[in-house]
């Protein structure tokens, strides 16, 4: 990817909760880039360091969380360098969030209106009462919702739970950021208003040319919506590429076999499922070698001493397992005997 | 559907209404499960899908009725256990061994100061189910063995498992008295993806080995159509289709199994892509306040005026397969259904 095009980009980030049972390291050294007008889907289990990961770029992260290494940048600037003032702005004009749930993201006790326009003045002083207000309906009418004057003297609770994620969406939209991260926005509606969501989403995302960090475990949204996708397991990002490529031509064991996990609406007859033995491994005693080698059927000797680096397998498609290294490896312990 | 195979539990006209916070001169109610008929024959699992504050929830518990039925008739094997008109209304712990439920919140359903053995072990009490403590021990370790626990989980409070492991332990304290019945209560969704499957291997295998019969609770079509011999549809309170699950997924007769099916995500990027979607508009009315007639149509795409009077009956339009909608009335067979079909493929 050529520099110029680079809106994101993470190298090597870490972070760790400092909890009384000892550190849990929650995001272990990621990298990405994410270009302008893409759209990246960070899939994982929970607990997989997803949301913490997201919530380190917008500056959110809560205590006993810490970065404690690599870098953030966004277009050239350095994230983590940033005073809390210089983040407060930077959030909402240059990026803004979506939550899992609208409910407990919306103010109970003030109005649409009231939150949409504030969000308006809080980021320009100038902005008259009237031009916000105006700006606020448009920007309701944008994301679907109709009659936008009632709605905007209506209260959060009057609202249905689909029209409350629109109204989240509006707001996160109002300024015009360049970056959406997106968490789990779909997760607690229903199908057919995630359908209509992703739908609103999408339009939204051709027309503002916002780039989107679309965070799901739901392995039909991402590939209904994304561009590339970043698998997650423990931390650690185990599988990148294409969707096509993540969905036709996976790599990694545990993207392999998330896949075949699933039951699919598509397919014509009913197999039994091939189900991931084993738990997700605890954080706060993570294996020496590879995070998924306790539960990955072609676990290697390497792979619970070391952890495996990235291989190319394909354009822009990377993968890390020691799977990928295999000849390698058994030249190496050619020459060891 | 063969006439040979015996009807387990069979729902005839089954109401439960909640009441509600309305005025002096006023009863209001929430129509949570509104005159649905279906019957679950032995061994097949049926599915039953729908959106939330459909009233999939509520019909399963009406049907064990941990909730008291508002009107109906419910027959378990033969003998009717709750009947409005007739004045029946069974004791039901003898029934309890018979149908058990497994519940959606594997933490919350499990009382946090209770062993795993004393949770399990409590439903072999009261149905006085074992003569001494010895036997007791042993069925509670066989039954920790059946779900893939250890034994020596028994001594454990559920706070120390993770959600699957919970999960697991509710089934086990379902499958302690032996049931032939079980409401599977969205067992799975509170569960990460890669546990998901195990517990659904694990119902399927208990199913063959105990042929248990199951009613299959859940809002992922997906996982039901997997899991379920049938499926029913639900759509605010009322059971607007009803067929055999390949039949219902590839063949939807009903608008609004059409419309939440093409609603489910694919993974598959391609197939994204090209398929077409048929979106609804707006949301779910308010059963406190349901629609007249047939109550899909306010979202309903082929809405005509006989809808907004009528409430279409639930009938046979294929062998096996039920729909309620006046559409297929009017055009009669199951032909029609997939012309229709093929004409929303070309919008």
Redo the contacts between chains.
């Keep these: 990817m050529e520099e110029n095009k680079t809106l994101l980009k993470i190298e090597d980030l870490k972070v760790s909760f400092f909890t009384p049972a000892g550190e849990v390291k929650a995001v272990d050294g990621i990298s990405y880039t994410l270009g302008y007008n893409e759209v990246m889907g960070i899939v994982g289990e929970s607990g997989s360091g997803k949301s913490v990961e997201a919530y380190s770029i917008i500056g959110l992260l809560q205590n006993p969380g810490k970065v404690i290494g690599g870098s953030i940048e966004f277009e050239g600037e350095d994230l983590l360098a940033f005073t809390p003032e210089q983040m407060r702005l930077f959030r909402g004009n240059k990026v803004s969030m979506i939550f899992q749930n609208p409910m407990t993201c919306l103010n109970p006790v003030y109005t649409i209106g009231n939150q949409l326009t504030e969000v308006l003045n809080c980021h320009d002083n100038n902005i008259s009462k009237k031009e916000a207000y105006d700006r606020a309906v448009e920007m309701l009418k944008l994301v679907g919702i109709n009659n936008p004057e009632k709605r905007m003297k209506q209260y959060p609770h009057e609202l249905s739970g689909g029209m409350r994620q629109r109204a989240m969406i509006a707001m996160a939209l109002i300024c015009s950021p360049k970056l959406l991260i997106a968490d789990e926005p779909t997760t607690a509606l229903d199908v057919t208003i995630q359908a209509q969501i992703l739908e609103l989403m999408k339009d939204l995302q051709k027309k503002e040319n916002t780039s989107i960090i679309f965070i799901t475990h739901n392995l039909g949204v991402v590939a209904e919506i994304c561009d590339r996708v970043s698998v997650m397991y423990a931390g650690r990002i185990v599988e990148q590429g294409t969707v096509n490529e993540i969905f036709y031509n996976p790599q990694h064991p545990y993207t392999k076999k998330l896949l075949a996990s699933i039951p699919r609406l598509d397919e014509e007859t009913v197999e039994r499922l091939v189900p991931i033995e084993g738990t997700p491994i605890d954080l706060l005693n993570p294996p020496q070698g590879c995070n998924f080698g306790p539960r990955c059927s072609d676990c290697m000797k390497i792979c619970l001493r070391k952890k495996p680096p990235f291989a190319e397998v394909g354009e822009g498609h990377i993968s890390a397992c020691w799977l990928h290294f295999k000849d390698m490896i058994e030249k190496e312990a050619e020459k060891d005997e | 559907m063969s006439e040979e195979r015996k009807k387990l539990v069979e729902v005839t006209g089954l109401k439960k209404y909640f009441p509600v916070k309305g005025n002096l001169f006023e009863k209001k109610y929430v129509q949570a499960v509104e005159s649905v008929s279906l019957s679950i024959y032995k061994g097949e699992t049926l599915g039953l899908v729908g959106?939330?504050g459909c009233g999939k929830t509520t019909l399963g518990r009406t049907i064990i009725r941990l909730y008291e039925p508002t009107d109906g008739r419910i027959v378990y094997d033969g003998t009717p256990i709750y009947d409005k008109k007739e004045k029946i209304s069974v004791r039901m712990l003898p029934y309890r061994r018979k149908m058990q439920i497994i519940f959606q919140d594997p933490s919350g359903s499990l009382d946090p100061r209770m062993t795993v053995g004393e949770i399990i072990g409590e439903s072999l009490d009261i149905h006085k189910l074992t003569s001494s403590k010895a036997e007791r021990t042993d069925r509670i370790r066989q039954l920790l063995e059946e779900v893939g626990l250890n034994t020596e989980h028994a001594n454990r409070f559920p706070h120390e498992f993770?959600g699957?492991?919970q999960q697991r332990v509710g089934i086990a304290r379902a499958l302690a008295v032996e049931p032939e019945f079980i409401v599977c209560d969205e067992p799975i969704s509170a569960l990460?993806?890669?546990?998901?499957?195990?517990v659904?291997?694990m119902l399927?295998d208990l199913q063959a080995s105990k042929g248990l019969t199951y009613l299959f609770i859940a809002?992922d079509?997906?996982?039901v159509?997997?899991?379920s011999d049938r499926i029913g549809v639900m759509y605010l309170g009322c059971l607007v289709e009803l067929a055999e699950?390949?039949e219902l997924?590839s063949h939807p007769i009903h608008p609004y199994t059409q419309?939440?099916?093409?609603?489910?995500?694919?993974?598959?990027?391609?197939?994204?892509k090209t398929r077409t979607?048929l979106?609804?508009e707006g949301?779910?009315p308010s059963p406190i306040n349901p629609p007249t007639g047939c109550r899909f149509h306010t979202r309903c795409p082929y809405a005509m005026p006989r809808c907004k009077e009528e409430m279409p009956e639930l009938k046979e339009y294929a062998p096996g397969h039920f729909g309620a909608c006046h559409l297929l009335e009017q055009n009669g067979s199951h032909n029609t259904s997939t012309s229709h079909n093929n004409k929303e493929d070309k919008e």
Excluded: F, W
């Design positions: 959106e939330s993770s699957g492991q990460d993806v890669s546990i998901q499957s195990q659904v291997n399927e809002h079509v997906s996982v159509r997997h899991i699950s390949y997924c419309t939440l099916l093409s609603a489910v995500p694919l993974p598959d990027p391609e197939k994204n979607r979106l609804l949301d779910i």
